[in-house]
Each structure stands twice: as structure tokens, then as C-alpha cells.
């Protein structure tokens, strides 16, 4: 690996205090060549499943090779493990407490190494500050070529979270959910425009209806073609169904959360 690295963070940590900027310290003071990259720092404090979400789109972006740590640490200073996620083409580490789900579901091929090797910390370790004292450290080691065998041992069973998988009740209905709502309010869905394709493939004389809370959302192109305040959908840039209302808040005008179902049918 060269030593000009990309190092990429996610955290829940905000943007008033200085949790990110010491990390990037501790990185820099370690390799000084390693090129740091915010992914963001605004996940909803301890929500595993936002953060799970957004590095699975974030982390495509970059260059094969790139180390992203990934600190949403509801269990820091506990005996969850902090580990090294290796796909064929990138590096992750972070906690073992399932913040990498969606890079398991959709990796064809990956190991988990279980990170034990102290001397690759920082040597004064804190309960609670895991970010600047295991993984920023072992992310800048990691990018001066050291092996990823040299951190610790292959794991087999580490936390994996349900992702919640979009169901075909029939062969005219999709059924989804609400997985993320953006920083606008724009509504993310577990469905894929694939799969709408396929259904629309199916039921080639049907209309497809796209309901969210009983309301029926038209498909539009990008988010100014809608003219009025309704609940509208598209297909967003990672390829996922999206609700929105253009200029304003989707989720707090419509009173929409994680969780909520997502139906396309054909009628």
C-alpha cells in the first residue's frame, strides 16, 4: 500500500466539539502523508443503522484501498471488539457492533480481523474515546503498509444487523420501508429502482402505484418537476426510491420515521 493513503471518517460526533480534529491528529502525527476525508460526522447519535447506511453509499466513491473508520459507539469501553473489515477492495474499522451489516450484505467477498495488537494503539487509552485511541492509530498504521494479519486474528462470528430486505407479497406488490432520512427531510427506501423495473416487467399492462402511509406519491425525474407541497417520489442518486416534498421537509411535513412501509403495486 502506498503511503499516501485515503483515510476516510463517519461519527456521530458533530461538528462542535473536537473529537474529529484529534483523530485527524493522531493519523497525521502517525503518517503524515495520509490523505484525511470527512464522510460526515452527522449520524444521529448512537444509530448504528444510519451510520451502516451511510457507508455503504459513501465509501464507493473512493479509490480501491481506501481505509474508512466508522465511529458509532454506543458500547465503547465495554468488551465489544474493535475490528478491521478487508473487502477485495477496501479497508473498514470500527466496533464490532454490526455499523458494517451493509458492507457484509454486499461484499462478495471480505475477512474480519479481531484488532488485539496494542502496540499498534495509542499507549494511553481511555474508556471512552475509542476513536482517537484504537482506531484512528491502527487506520494510520494500516496505511504505512503494515499486514492486516499483524493486527490480530480472522474472526467468524461478529454482529451483523438484520438489513431489512424489500418482500414480494405477490407478484403485483413490492413491500418496503423507511431506512434513512436525509439532512433535507427527503424519505430513503429499502427499494431498488431494479426492483421496480422488475415488477413493471411483470405486469407490463398495470399502473404502478407508490404508497407511503396510504398516500400515493407520482415518480418524478429530480425534485423541482414536482410544482406543488404533495408527497412526491424518484429514484435517487445510490439508485434507491425516494420520497420528497420539493423545497420543504418530507418527513416533518408528513409526520414519516425509519421504519414506516413502503408499497409499489401494480394495478
Do not use: C
Not at 36 to 63: C, M, W, Y
Not at 86 to 114: L, Q
Not at 243 to 253: D, K, L, Q
Amino acid at each position: 500500500m502506498e503511503q499516501r493513503a485515503i483515510i476516510t471518517l463517519t461519527s456521530d460526533f458533530g461538528y462542535k466539539d473536537p473529537f474529529v480534529g484529534i483523530m485527524k491528529g493522531v493519523i497525521l502525527s502517525i503518517n503524515p502523508l495520509a490523505t484525511v476525508v470527512d464522510i460526515t460526522h452527522g449520524i444521529r447519535p448512537q444509530n448504528i443503522l444510519e451510520a451502516a447506511f451511510a457507508i455503504e453509499t459513501g465509501f464507493k466513491s473512493f479509490p480501491h484501498k481506501t481505509i474508512h473508520i466508522v465511529v458509532v459507539d454506543p458500547g465503547v469501553g465495554s468488551n465489544r471488539r474493535p475490528i478491521l473489515v478487508a473487502t477485495d477492495y477496501h479497508y473498514f474499522i470500527g466496533p464490532d457492533n454490526g455499523v458494517f451489516s451493509r458492507i457484509y450484505s454486499s461484499s462478495e467477498s471480505f475477512s474480519v480481523i479481531n484488532v488485539t495488537a496494542e502496540h499498534y494503539f495509542l499507549p494511553q487509552r481511555s474508556s471512552t474515546f475509542h476513536g482517537r485511541d484504537i482506531f484512528a492509530p491502527v487506520a494510520a498504521w494500516l496505511s504505512k503498509g503494515i499486514s492486516i494479519s499483524k493486527f490480530g486474528d480472522p474472526v467468524y462470528q461478529y454482529m451483523d444487523l438484520p438489513i431489512p430486505v424489500t418482500l414480494n407479497p405477490s407478484q403485483k406488490v413490492l413491500e418496503g420501508e423507511v431506512i434513512y432520512i436525509d439532512h433535507f427531510g427527503n424519505i430513503v427506501t429499502n427499494i431498488t429502482q431494479q426492483k421496480i423495473d422488475d415488477l413493471y416487467r411483470s405486469n407490463q399492462n398495470s399502473k404502478l402505484r407508490i404508497l407511503l402511509k396510504n398516500r400515493e406519491a407520482s415518480l418524478k425525474e429530480y425534485y423541482s418537476e414536482a410544482g406543488d407541497k404533495e408527497l412526491y417520489s424518484l429514484i435517487n442518486s445510490f439508485g434507491y426510491l425516494e420520497f420528497f416534498v420539493n423545497s420543504a421537509n418530507a418527513s416533518s411535513v408528513f409526520d414519516i420515521k425509519v421504519g414506516e412501509k413502503v408499497f409499489v403495486t401494480a394495478t
